[in-house]
């Protein structure tokens, strides 16, 4: 992702706010504070419609892992030649989310390893501008 480059998210109300380092938007009920990601009105816990927009957490930690080393069926877009790519559960405390990680190989991964959320580029469309999504990387402390 270059300054000069469009960019727009792949889901307008994925990010918090439309900064380069902004966190993942989530929800967190009125009645209960059950939080969820991604965000969305009703609370699956006991059912209040009164769901609060919140700011999650950057930084997490691995909780479980995979690496994906076969194509995704459609509609997932992928890179032609398909490449490897790690799939984890971030820990965030008071919500685990589902992410991408920038990290296929499998013997650098660790349960419990300190994770950073980041911005990855999903695709680019045919105007150029790179569509970007999510993805948890090591930290740089894990990675020294």
């Not at 799939?87 to 300190?114: F, H, K, W």
């Not at 950073?116 to 090591?138: K, Q, S, Y």
């Amino acid at each position: 992702m270059t300054a000069t480059t469009p960019i727009r998210p792949l889901d307008p109300h994925l990010f918090a706010d439309e900064t380069p380092d902004a966190a993942l938007r989530g929800a967190r009920c009125a009645e209960c504070g059950t939080v969820t990601f991604p965000s969305q009105d009703g609370c699956p816990r006991c059912g209040a419609t009164g769901m609060d927009d919140v700011a999650l957490p950057r930084d997490g930690i691995l909780w479980s892992y995979t690496v994906q080393s076969f194509a995704p069926k459609r509609p997932f877009l992928h890179a032609e030649p398909f490449t490897p790519f790690g799939v984890g559960y971030i820990d965030l405390g008071d919500v685990i989310v589902e992410s991408r990680l920038t990290v296929a190989d499998p013997d650098a991964l660790r349960i419990g390893m300190a994770m950073r959320l980041c911005r990855v580029v999903n695709h680019v469309d045919e105007d150029g501008t790179e569509v970007v999504t999510f993805a948890f990387a090591p930290t740089t402390e894990e990675m020294s």
